[in-house]
């Protein structure tokens, strides 16, 4: 049985990762709160949080992460024409509230683990700090699809996506890797494997590799500030 670490509310250290983490996997610490010292910390050690609202904040590093490269990145003959269509216009950090509230909304009535409000605020706070971005997905002005994650050197790290029409949230993932790779980023995190995500070209890594990368791209030269403008997907 795996023996949990508590965090201190005034501490910001966590744990060494080990091998034991098993059961279940990758769980790493319980307890802590959600102040932007602490989640940047946690990112730069390949940690996230992911925990419902009914339980203590909880803290994973997963023995297998699923990653996509963007020069990986795969898109479909029928994602393309989809694309080709004009049928969505996609803009970066102009409704990260709306985004994280929507992907909160779809995971509440859903499958999976969904994102309190707790964790809504942290992640506004890094929003405002520059530090997360969201990707959004407008259909005849309407917002129907996007994702949101945290950024840092050159590695983006996907928190979560939505989409209220058919392939939104597959456009928002293609168009922020296209630029992210444009930019020189390395790495997109998309935490835990998935079809979806595994149809776009992501593909599963061990924990000890994805640290490597994580430690080599971290304190590399990223995009800085807001990630203010508009995309058309035609032009990928």
């Not at 279940?24 to 102040?35: E, Y």
């Not at 992460?65 to 393309?80: F, K, N, T």
């Not at 917002?143 to 928190?159: D, P, R, T």
Request: aromatic fraction near 10%; proline fraction near 6%.
């Amino acid at each position: 049985m795996l023996k949990l670490h508590w965090l201190s509310e005034t501490s910001l250290d966590f744990p060494p990762i080990s091998r034991a983490l098993r059961d279940p996997d990758g769980l790493l610490a319980v307890g802590g709160d959600l102040r932007p010292e602490r989640l940047q910390l946690a990112y730069e050690q390949g940690i996230f949080p992911w925990y419902s609202d009914d339980q203590p904040i909880l803290w994973w590093s997963p023995s297998v992460r699923m990653v996509l490269l963007p020069e990986e990145l795969q898109i479909s003959r029928s994602m393309r024409k989809v694309l080709r269509k004009k049928q969505f216009r996609i803009s970066f950090d102009t409704a990260f509230r709306r985004v994280i509230g929507q992907c909160a909304a779809v995971r509440e009535t859903g499958p999976g683990t969904w994102i309190t409000a707790q964790m809504q605020e942290a992640y506004c706070k890094l929003y405002a700090q520059h530090t997360a971005h969201s990707v959004e997905v407008w259909e005849n002005d309407e917002l129907v699809g996007g994702l949101y994650g945290i950024a840092m050197g050159q590695l983006f790290f996907g928190e979560s996506m939505f989409s209220l029409s058919d392939n939104a949230s597959k456009a928002a993932l293609i168009v922020l890797t296209r630029q992210l790779q444009r930019w020189g980023y390395r790495l997109i995190d998309c935490q835990v494997p998935s079809e979806h995500l595994r149809s776009l070209g992501a593909r599963e890594m061990p924990r000890k590799e994805f640290l490597r990368l994580l430690a080599e791209y971290r304190q590399a030269s990223g995009q800085s500030g807001p990630w203010a403008l508009e995309i058309n997907p035609d032009e990928l």
